[in-house]
């Protein structure tokens, strides 16, 4: 991208963010523990679900020694109703290596959070970032999309940007000593404007700058001038509608049913047991599954075998609780 392009964009991009940011509770802090609480309460999470989630959470484990010193049934108790159980262990594991490993004081390194347990390239970016105001930059779902569509050259008829690449443009665009606010920007736009179904390019702040949007009306000129080439489908629009397809296509395929599933009924019922008790897993089976009996036992011991080794569940002589 030319240097007079992202000088452009900045600050277009950051205007709109002030004014139109949603007032997001963790948004009001520098905390990086609950900076890390939500991030990962917000990994493959709507952010509506999150909120009252994340206050019951902070709540409950104020401090990042509330949260280490918890029982882990406490908290996997306290994650009902958000999904992908194991974030809720990884997070305790994280903060337990906090205290061991760096007494108790977040590193504010990328490399040093991205060793903490369960911790990936995007959360040690985020903390990095929202809690330390470090000029990093890093890849969710919201700034991939935003990037690829506005920075990428969509007339190319090469493949997609790679993760590499898109961070090397991230990296590029962050403005010196503004990249909480851009990267918050970025996310912004991503999950209100620029969606993934259908991004309101009427609306966005940088549509004059976005490659995507210039390449479509290119097309729709072409279209109007009587031009050929139009609803070809050629090039990077062609390619990314039909990639986008398929995304739909598999996120519509059924989850019921699932092994996925099955391991959050299990562990949704392991949260209705009273506090420190266990279930045999005999009587455990017909809740999980209806029509359950005894040629499912195996099938049952397999799932639990890897909820065990999971961190999300204890298994004593066939009878299974929480850790």
Not at 172 to 177: H, I, K, Q, T
Not at 186 to 197: N, R, S
Not at 207 to 217: G, I, K, P, S
Request: net charge neutral.
């Amino acid at each position: 991208m030319p240097p007079s392009d992202a000088e452009d964009l900045q600050p277009r991009l950051l205007a709109w963010f002030h004014t139109h940011a949603r007032d997001l509770p963790w948004r009001r802090t520098r905390d990086p523990y609950a900076i890390l609480v939500s991030e990962v309460m917000l990994q493959q999470t709507q952010v509506e679900r999150v909120i009252p989630k994340y206050a019951a959470f902070m709540a409950a484990f104020p401090s990042l020694e509330a949260l280490a010193a918890a029982p882990t049934a406490e908290v996997i108790r306290l994650w009902s109703g958000l999904g992908y159980n194991r974030r809720a262990v990884n997070l305790q594991r994280a903060a337990r290596a906090v205290l061991e490993q760096h007494g108790g004081s977040f590193p504010r390194e990328v490399a040093a959070l991205r060793a903490l347990p369960g911790i990936g390239p995007y959360t040690a970016g985020a903390v990095a970032c929202f809690a330390f105001e470090q000029d990093v930059a890093f890849m969710d779902t919201n700034i991939r999309r935003v990037l690829r569509r506005a920075m990428a050259d969509p007339a190319s008829a090469g493949p997609e940007p790679t993760e590499r690449e898109l961070l090397a443009i991230g990296e590029a665009l962050v403005p010196p000593g503004q990249a909480w606010a851009w990267n918050q920007a970025l996310m912004e736009l991503g999950a209100l404007v620029c969606t993934a179904a259908a991004p309101a390019c009427y609306r966005c702040p940088i549509r004059a700058r976005c490659r995507e949007h210039r390449a479509r009306d290119e097309r729709e000129t072409r279209a109007r001038e009587g031009q050929p080439g139009y609803g070809s489908g050629e090039g990077r629009e062609g390619a990314g509608a039909r990639v986008r397809a398929r995304v739909a296509e598999r996120s519509e395929e059924p989850y019921q049913g699932s092994r996925r599933w099955y391991r959050g009924r299990i562990v949704e019922a392991l949260r209705q047991l009273p506090a420190g008790t266990a279930i045999p897993l005999a009587d455990l089976g017909p809740l999980v599954k209806p029509g359950f009996s005894a040629d499912d036992t195996g099938w049952l011991r397999a799932l639990v075998t890897g909820l065990v080794r999971d961190g999300l569940a204890t298994c004593d002589d066939d009878t299974v609780g929480l850790p």
